[in-house]
C-alpha cells in the first residue's frame, strides 16, 4: 500500500490554482465535491448510529472551509437529514464562493444562525453530529472569542465530531493547536494528508483521517513541489 500524499498549505493553494488555470476546474466545482463528500460520509456514521430522526450541527467560517460546510448541509438537507448551520461571522462577510453555496442553503430553507453562546450550546447538545467546518488550512493564529468558546462546548459534548479538511485550531503544517482545537472523531481531509499531520501530537485532534477525493485530475497529484 502506497504512503499518502503529502501536501503543506502552500502547495495545496498551488493545487487550486492550477486546477482552475490549466484544467479548467473552478473552486465551486471543488467546493461541491468536497460538501458531497463530507455529507456522504456524515450519513455512514449516521446510518451506524440507527438513530430514527438524526439532527446534524454544522459549524461554518466565513472561508472555503465554510463554503464546504454549506454544500454538505444542502447534500443532508435533500437526503432528509435534519441540518443546522451556525454561522460565525455575518453573511456579508463570507467569501465569494462560499456565499453561493450559502444563498442556496437559504434558498433552501435549511436555518442559519448568527447567534450566542448560549444558543450554540443548545444546538450542539440537540445534536447526534457535529461538523466542524470553521478554519481550513490558512489559521496562522490563536483561536479566541466566541470561535474559542463555541469549539469548547463542542468537545466536552460528547457528541460525535467530524472534521473538514483539518480541526479548527490546528496549524496544517506544523501539527501545532493555536490555543483552542476541535477534537475530531473523523476528520475528512480533501486530497491529501496536510504536513500538519505528520506531527504525532496532531493524532489526538484528528480521530481518523479519511482521504476525499474533491476532483483534482491525477496529473496535479503528484509527490513532489506543484509548479
Given at each position: 500500500?502506497?504512503?499518502p500524499?503529502?501536501?503543506t ?6 493545487l ?7 484544467f479548467g476546474?473552478?473552486?465551486?466545482t471543488l467546493?461541491e465535491n468536497?460538501g458531497k463528500a463530507?455529507a456522504?460520509?456524515?450519513?455512514k456514521?449516521?446510518s451506524e448510529?440507527k ?8 459549524l461554518?467560517?466565513s472561508?472555503?472551509?465554510g463554503g464546504?460546510g ?9 437526503a ?6 451556525i454561522l460565525f ?9 462560499p456565499?453561493?453555496?450559502f444563498?442556496?442553503v ?8 448568527e447567534?450566542?453562546?448560549p444558543?450554540?450550546q443548545s ?7 457535529i461538523?466542524?467546518?470553521i478554519?481550513g488550512?490558512?489559521l ?5 472569542g466566541l470561535?474559542?468558546q463555541?469549539?469548547?462546548?463542542a468537545?466536552?459534548?460528547g457528541?460525535?465530531?467530524?472534521a473538514?479538511d ?7 503544517d ?5 490555543g483552542?482545537?476541535?477534537k ?10 496536510k ?11 484528528t480521530?481518523?483521517i479519511l ?9 496535479l497529484?503528484?509527490?513532489?513541489d506543484t509548479?
Amino acid at each position: 500500500m502506497n504512503p499518502p500524499l503529502v501536501f503543506t498549505t502552500k502547495q495545496m493553494r498551488k493545487l487550486d490554482e492550477r486546477a482552475t488555470r490549466e484544467f479548467g476546474i473552478p473552486t465551486l466545482t471543488l467546493m461541491e465535491n468536497a460538501g458531497k463528500a463530507v455529507a456522504g460520509e456524515c450519513q455512514k456514521i449516521l446510518s451506524e448510529k440507527k438513530i430514527a430522526s438524526p439532527k446534524v450541527l454544522i459549524l461554518c467560517g466565513s472561508g472555503n472551509n465554510g463554503g464546504d460546510g454549506f454544500v454538505a448541509a444542502r447534500f443532508l438537507h435533500q437526503a432528509g437529514i435534519s441540518v443546522n448551520v451556525i454561522l460565525f461571522k455575518p453573511k456579508t462577510s463570507l467569501c465569494a464562493e462560499p456565499l453561493v453555496n450559502f444563498r442556496k442553503v437559504e434558498m433552501l430553507g435549511i436555518s442559519c444562525q448568527e447567534t450566542d453562546l448560549p444558543v450554540i450550546q443548545s444546538e450542539i447538545k440537540k445534536s447526534d453530529l457535529i461538523v466542524d467546518a470553521i478554519f481550513g488550512t490558512g489559521l496562522k493564529r490563536e483561536v479566541t472569542g466566541l470561535i474559542g468558546q463555541a469549539i469548547g462546548a463542542a468537545n466536552d459534548s460528547g457528541k460525535t465530531i467530524m472534521a473538514i479538511d483539518i480541526p479548527s485550531g490546528m496549524d496544517a503544517d506544523t501539527g501545532e493547536i493555536h490555543g483552542i482545537c476541535i477534537k475530531a472523531d473523523l476528520t475528512v481531509t480533501l486530497a491529501a494528508f496536510k504536513a500538519g499531520f505528520l506531527n504525532e501530537k496532531s493524532h489526538s485532534w484528528t480521530g481518523k483521517i479519511l482521504v476525499a477525493n474533491i476532483g483534482f485530475p491525477k496529473e496535479l497529484l503528484v509527490r513532489e513541489d506543484t509548479k
